[in-house]
């Protein structure tokens, strides 16, 4: 993986980061909304009410489309987020609530379901280059009976800083309910790796490969990358559609440790926040 890739989301963290139905994926009767990149900007859904909605997040650009959804707190403007930005990422993390989306590639559609909370939103597209874009929009409340949530195929919880995920699961489209209950942001990396892989070589692996990276250098990561779920902040859970085949995967969050001295910042996998999980085919 470039080294350029893991900068932009690991600087993502810092700051915080046509529809492809998938109809065996999410059995509930709900329409998904789409938002999408195209040449000509971004395209943002109108017309959203809260309650569980499941987006398709489109990438019709040659670029790497990573597609942050932020919820402003109670009492939050964006005038007061862009303010808050340019004094640092922590004073704009306080600000809103990063929900987490999936990175997808040119070409590529992801889903993912949100159960929505009413009130107003920031869409925040951050690049290789140049300040990020920022569109605001509003969820409203909704009238009559909520879409009630799927039931997921996997859970994974978050912690400071562990993934609780079971240690085998099923291969192929799954909805995960991704849940942060830590107190720090989250993301995570899914990566193939040998099947033989085991704890705590391939920790120690990970962190070497991590620790040689220099910024400005070319530099491809030791792994195959094979979803990335963006950041999360602490209490918001969402149902990502995942397609992952047979095999041993390692899943890692790069995140540094907001707790440690901001001159030697200590990552989230020098933690320790790395869990093996293996994919095996239905019986």
């Known amino acids: 993986m470039p080294h350029s890739r893991i900068v932009r989301y690991v600087v993502i963290g810092a700051l915080l980061v046509a529809a492809l139905i998938v109809p065996s994926a999410f059995a509930q009767d709900t329409e998904p909304v789409v938002i999408a990149a195209t040449a000509d900007g971004i395209t943002l859904p109108e017309g959203l009410t809260a309650g569980y909605t499941v987006i398709t997040f489109n990438n019709e650009t040659e670029a790497p489309f990573a597609p942050v959804l932020a919820r402003l707190n109670d009492g939050a403007t964006v005038e007061q987020f862009m ?17 987490g989306n999936p990175d997808v590639h040119p070409g590529e559609s992801r889903q993912v379901g949100y159960d929505l909370l009413a009130g107003d939103y920031l869409f925040i597209q951050i690049g290789p280059g140049g300040p990020p874009n920022i569109l ?14 799927p039931e997921a ?14 240690g085998e699961i099923a291969a192929g489209e799954q909805v995960w309910q991704i849940s942060n209950l830590g107190e720090q942001v989250h993301h995570m990396f899914v990566y193939k790796v040998e099947d033989d892989a085991e704890l ?76 093996l999980v293996s994919v095996t085919e239905a019986s």
């Open 83 to 99: 303010g808050a930005l340019a004094q640092g990422p922590q004073a704009a993390l306080a600000l809103v609530g990063v929900l």
């Open 136 to 149: 605001p929009f509003s969820v409203a409340e909704a009238e009559g009976e909520p879409t009630p949530v």
């Open 153 to 166: 195929d996997v859970t994974m919880q978050m912690v400071d800083f562990a993934f609780a995920i079971p």
């Open 200 to 275: 705590p070589a391939t920790l120690e692996a990970f962190i070497a490969a991590y620790r040689a990276i220099v910024p400005g250098q070319p530099f491809e990561f030791p792994y195959e990358n094979v979803y990335t779920w963006e950041v999360m902040s602490p209490g918001e859970t969402a149902y990502p559609v995942i397609d992952l085949r047979a095999g041993r995967y390692a899943i890692v969050c790069f995140i540094g440790d907001s707790a440690s001295p901001s001159d030697a910042m200590i990552s989230h996998l020098e933690h320790g926040m790395l869990r």
